[in-house]
């Protein structure tokens, strides 16, 4: 006879994986893909949606899309599924959110154009020697 503990347990979903390991994974199907210029930007206390984005581009709106399929296909051997998949239609920027970590995959003139590092960054201090564009401070 089984339990009513037994019965509950095998239907609950598998737990989320660490947050670390989903990061890992959605960096190895976009470099999977050679995906452009990847930035990963932790937007925990920014955001109520997800704790990291991750952006990174593609040269042509397959590549775009194939990024995006790859990071489904990564994830799902995580056992995580996508919460949503948006813009495939257009493939001009995907995003792929799998909860913790959103994933945002854009021709170079759609990432230019909205500049979601500079949105999500505002306010961040750059590292000790760089300045806010990135570049190495110089003593004046």
Do not use: C
């Not at 009513?4 to 190895?28: D, S």
């Not at 799998?98 to 999500?120: K, N, Q, S, T």
Request: aromatic share 4%.
């Amino acid at each position: 006879m089984t339990s009513q503990a037994q019965v509950i347990r095998t239907q609950l979903p598998n737990p989320p994986p660490p947050i670390e390991k989903l990061l890992e994974t959605v960096h190895a199907a976009v470099d999977e893909l050679k995906a452009k210029d990847v930035v990963e930007i932790d937007v925990r206390g920014k955001s109520s949606v997800t704790d990291f984005m991750v952006i990174a581009s593609g040269t042509s709106s397959r590549h775009v899309k194939s990024i995006a399929d790859e990071v489904v296909k990564f994830a799902k051997r995580l056992d995580v599924m996508p919460l949503g998949v948006e813009g495939e239609q257009e493939a001009e920027w995907v995003l792929v959110d799998l909860g913790d970590v959103v994933v945002h995959v854009m021709l170079p003139r759609i990432r230019e154009f909205y500049a979601l590092e500079r949105l999500w960054t505002v306010g961040d201090q750059p590292p000790e020697g760089i300045d806010e564009y990135g570049d190495t401070a110089r003593a004046g």
